[in-house]
């Protein structure tokens, strides 16, 4: 029963039938026999299409995010008292008592939102402090470390070439005492040789 054909759509809607057809073919339908059958689907998928190239909302939820934070009510009564007169001979006034009342309701939503959103951003700033503080923490843990390591370096090349000195020095004067214990000898051979003649 939900099922018409577009040619009844068209009469129901009071559009031309040529008009409904472009319609429902922007709206992505393929319909080219004005004696095709619609479906209720159908109709609904060109209603939305309608609903969104004529500029109203088509969902609640989308009406809900745009709709204003806070609600300012204004209330204004009038009302009319009889103010009687100290004098005895005077007549009753009737004065007009006007009062205006205004009244700010805020969306308590948006209210524990905007909290939410402060706090999750003092989060996020502290994390990120602390990610720099250990960062840094680190950068200098590193940096010690290679100074440490280039002062060990350092400090073994020194204590290296002081051995090396140390065994060239001995080498040397080894050297030298086995030169001197040998030259002596044939001085001496010499000088004796001398003597006795």
Not at 7 to 27: H, I, N, R, S
């Amino acid at each position: 029963m939900s099922d018409v054909t577009i040619k009844q759509l068209a009469k129901v809607l009071g559009t031309p039938v040529d008009k409904l057809l472009a319609q429902l073919g922007e709206a992505g339908m393929k319909f080219s026999d004005p004696d095709q059958v619609i479906s209720s689907t159908e109709k609904v998928k060109l209603l939305g299409f309608l609903r969104r190239t004529h500029g109203k909302k088509e969902e609640a939820p989308a009406a809900t995010a745009t709709a204003p934070r806070q609600i300012t009510l204004k209330r204004r009564t009038v009302s009319e008292i009889t103010v009687v007169p100290g004098q005895r001979g005077a007549t009753a006034k009737t004065v007009n008592v006007e009062v205006r009342q205004k009244r700010t309701y805020v969306k308590r939503s948006s209210v524990e939102e905007t909290t939410q959103v402060d706090s999750e951003r003092e989060e996020a700033l502290r994390k990120l402090a602390e990610s720099q503080l250990k960062r840094e923490a680190e950068s200098q843990a590193l940096a010690e470390a290679d100074r440490r390591r280039q002062e060990e370096d350092a400090r073994m090349r020194a204590a290296e070439e002081a051995r090396r000195a140390a065994a060239e020095a001995a080498e040397e004067e080894a050297r030298r005492q086995a030169e001197a214990a040998a030259a002596p000898k044939p001085a001496a051979e010499p000088g004796a040789a001398a003597a006795t003649p």
